[in-house]
C-alpha cells in the first residue's frame, strides 16, 4: 500500500502541473486586464503600464508562468492588484478555514442522513416507504441550494428571527480549519448554509446506498448466509453493508474537493467569506493569481480524495489489491 501511495503521489505531480499551466493560460486569455480600469473611472494610461511593469505583466507569457512557478515552490502563491496590501497567501489564510468547515460539515450531514435513509429504502425494496423516500430523495436533490438557501433565510432568519442569516461564526484562531471548541454563536450561523448545502449530498448518497445495497442483497453469497440460518441483521451489517458503499465511497473524493471549494453560490447567499465567494469576485477583478491559486487549490484536494478513496476501497472489499 505505501508503494501505491508513493507511485500515485508521483503521478499527481504532472496533473497538478497541467493543471496550473491550463488555468494560468485561460486566465490570461480573458479580455481586460486587471489594471484597465478602477471603478468607473478609466486609468491612465502611463499608471496603468508602470502597474504592468511593477507586477511583470509587461512580460512574455511564458516568463510570468516561469516565475509564478517559480515563487510557488517557495510558498509564495502571488499579490493581488486590487488589495496590494494583502496577498493570496492571505486570502487563502482567511478564507480556507471557513470553505473547510462548511464543506466538512456539509458533507457530515450527507452521510449522517443519505446512508440511513438509503438503507431503509432498501430493506424496504417496493413499499409505501422505499416510494416515499426515493420520491424525496429526488425532490431533494432537484432542490438547488441556489433556491433553497434563501427559502431558509425567509422562514428561519426572517420570519421567526431564530437563526443569523449571514457571516460566519467563528473566530480565529483555527485548528486544521476547525475551531478547537465550538460555540454556540458558530453552531447557530452554520446551520442554514450547511443544511443547505448538505440535503443535496444526502440526497444523493441515499440513492446511491439504495441502489447498493439492493444489488448487494440479490447476491449469491447473500443467499448462502440466509441458507445457513444468520440472523437478518447480521447479514446486512456484516456482509451486505461494507460492499455496498463502495458507489458511496467513489464519489467521496470528488465530494469532498467540490464541498470544500465549489460552494460559490452557499457562500454568496449567506455572505461566507470563503474560496468560492472570493474566487467570483476575483474573475471581475482579474485577479490572476489569485484564480490560479484557488484552482490549484481544487486541484490538489481533488488529487488528494481520490487517493482517499483508492485507500479506502482496500477496507471496504478486502478483494482489492494494490501491490
Known sequence: MARYIFRRILMAIPVVFL???????????MPGG??????????PEKIRVILERRYGLDQPLYKQFGAYVWNLLHGDLGPLFRRQSQTVNDIVAQTFPVSIQLGSLSILVGFAF??????IAA???????????????VITRSIPSLVLGPFLILIFGVKFDILPIAFWGADPPFVLGFLPHPTKEFWLHA???????????AAGIARLTR???LDVLSSDYIRTARAKGLHERAIIIVH???????PVVTILGPLLAAAVTGSFITEQIFAL????????????????????????????LLVSGNLLVDIMYAWVDPRIRYD
Not at 486587471?34 to 486609468?43: E, H, Q, S, W
Not at 451486505?240 to 463502495?246: G, Y
Not at 467569506?273 to 474566487?279: A, L, P, Y
Request: hydrophobic letters at 55%.
Open 123 to 137: 430493506l424496504n425494496h417496493n413499499t409505501v416507504i422505499d416510494y416515499i423516500v426515493t420520491f424525496m430523495a
Open 211 to 213: 441502489a447498493g445495497l
Open 34 to 43: 486587471p489594471f484597465d480600469a478602477v471603478g468607473t473611472k478609466a486609468m
Open 19 to 29: 493543471i496550473v499551466l491550463a488555468t494560468f493560460v485561460l486566465v490570461h486569455a
Open 114 to 119: 443519505g446512508i440511513p435513509i438509503g438503507i
Open 273 to 300: 467569506n470563503g474560496m468560492g465567494r472570493n474566487f467570483v469576485n476575483s474573475i471581475g477583478q482579474r485577479e490572476y493569481f489569485l484564480q490560479t491559486s484557488l484552482v490549484l487549490i481544487y486541484g490538489i
Open 191 to 201: 446551520v442554514m448554509p450547511v443544511f443547505s448545502l448538505g440535503t443535496g449530498m
Open 240 to 246: 451486505a453493508l461494507k460492499n455496498s458503499l463502495i
